[in-house]
Nanobody
Framework: VQLVESGGGLVQTGGSLSVSCAAS????????MGWFRQAPGKEREFVAA????????YYADSVKGRFTISRDNAKNTAYLQMNNLKPEDTAVYYC????????????????????WGQGTQVTVSS
């Protein structure tokens, strides 16, 4: 499975951005896709995850109510709509996918994902 993110950029505080993750290859094996982010000097941090079949969603507390994860099964693409962005949201955003079923409470752990995209930079200016 290959994952390609797009849509990052620079936005002012309070603005919105949407990032996408297009999957190719053995996408029929996808159980869940997640978004993670990593700021300079910080650990990789969970943002959101979605179960591909059924659409159950899971969010980090820091983005709940501001970010929305979604997917388009026909396009094998996951999206992350980010609203009311804050400077602390500045990071490289990565999408990841997992082929096998797992308990939803384990989706925030980056080690539970098999495939990763190259990342896209999101910068929020104050």
């Amino acid at each position: 499975v290959q994952l390609v993110e797009s849509g990052g950029g620079l936005v002012q505080t309070g603005g919105s951005l949407s990032v996408s993750c297009a999957a190719s290859g053995r996408t029929f094996e996808t159980y869940a896709m997640g978004w993670f982010r990593q700021a300079p000097g910080k650990e990789r941090e969970f943002v959101a995850a979605i179960v591909w079949s059924g659409g159950s969603k899971y969010y980090a507390d820091s983005v709940k109510g501001r970010f929305t994860i979604s997917r388009d099964n026909a396009k094998n693409t996951a999206y992350l709509q980010m609203n009311n962005l804050k400077p602390e949201d500045t990071a490289v955003y990565y999408c990841a996918s997992r082929p096998d079923r797992i308990a939803i409470f384990l989706l925030p752990h980056f080690r539970n994902y098999a495939y990763w995209g190259q990342g896209t930079q999101v910068t929020v200016s104050s």
